[in-house]
């Protein structure tokens, strides 16, 4: 395994851990990805992050070809289709985190940027955060509205479901996650209270 894998390989896992050991993902469900030369490394199916280890990715062409015998996460064409988006993405993160999932909820006026700025930093670490209609999580149903969409947000917040979060590395995609479930706490806890 050459060096720079390696290392990829160890922010993945640190950051699969500090994600589960903080009650941002639970069990099974959550994925992520890096890229690394011409192939995507992607969580295996299944797999929690709390328990994560390098063992536990699964390299997969371009076109979703996988020759390894853990299966992908059944999501990784959400993935797929933020890297084909752009050559600066390196890595993708996709949690149910609460209040993500809660401000998915909410009425939007626009869902190409559904997350109030409150305070500037989702806008500053992410961008934009579009609201993808719910759709059965793994279908192509879903699958096939995230990529109509995919060119009109930075970020993104599967409705009833969780973000999914870009990043140029693991660790850019972690900061990005995190902002946007500080900023949509921030922002559930101002719409409880009747401000907006």
Known sequence: MDSVLEEKLKAAVWTAHSLFDR?????????????HNDQIYISAGGSCFGTMREEDFTAIGPDGTFGSS????KEWPLHLALYEKST???AVIHTHSTYSVLWSFVPSSSEHDCIPDHTPYLKMK?????LIPYEKPGS??????FRERVNKSDGFLLKNHGPVVPGKTIMEAFYCLEELEETARIAWELYRAGLK
């Open 126 to 130: 992410l961008g934009s955060v579009g």
């Open 70 to 73: 853990k299966k992908p996460s």
């Open 88 to 90: 600066e993405i390196g």
């Open 23 to 35: 009650g941002k993902a639970t069990g099974s469900s959550a994925n992520m990805s890096f890229r």
């Open 140 to 145: 192509e149903a879903l699958f096939s509205v």
